[in-house]
């Protein structure tokens, strides 16, 4: 059996790892995660990415996730120091391929986030 995983996997860890790293101290970043991406569809990446960047709290920190992620090792933008200075330098084809994992890690961490996180109108335990 091999020990190599696929990226599906590598990018479902690192989406879960994002979530246990702020669990207890969220209001509302799970909301804020289940709103980007329809945001990233009708704006796209940069656009999106861009109000996130300029928001405090949890927006930022959403920002800071998905930042890490898309310019991390495994990431369309490897080795990019920041997340719009990857998008404003790169072509077209490396934006498309970003947006399209933006969206894919999104998936998992929404998931992860409904799993982990108090939702609104979730009552007090």
């Given at each position: 059996?091999?020990?190599?995983r696929i990226?599906e ?6 989406a879960l ?9 969220e ?6 995660v289940?709103?980007l991406?329809?945001?990233?569809v009708?704006n796209g990446?940069?656009q ?5 960047a300029s928001?405090k709290?949890?927006h930022?920190?959403?920002?800071d996730?998905?930042?890490t ?5 495994d990431?369309p933008?490897?080795g ?5 200075d990857?998008?404003v330098k ?5 934006y ?8 894919a890690?999104l998936n998992?961490?929404?998931k992860f986030?409904r799993a ?5 109108g979730d009552r007090?335990?």
């Amino acid at each position: 059996m091999s020990t190599k995983r696929i990226h599906e996997q590598v990018r479902a860890e690192d989406a879960l790892a994002k979530v246990k790293l702020i669990r207890g101290t969220e209001d509302k970043y799970g909301s804020y995660v289940n709103s980007l991406p329809a945001s990233i569809v009708m704006n796209g990446l940069g656009q999106a990415m861009a109000t996130e960047a300029s928001s405090k709290g949890e927006h930022k920190k959403l920002y800071d996730n998905l930042s890490t992620w898309l310019c991390g090792e495994d990431g369309p933008y490897r080795g990019g120091s920041d997340l719009l200075d990857s998008i404003v330098k790169n072509g077209q084809e490396d934006y498309l391929r970003a947006q399209a994992e933006a969206l894919a890690w999104l998936n998992w961490h929404k998931k992860f986030c409904r799993a982990y996180l108090k939702q609104d109108g979730d009552r007090s335990d």
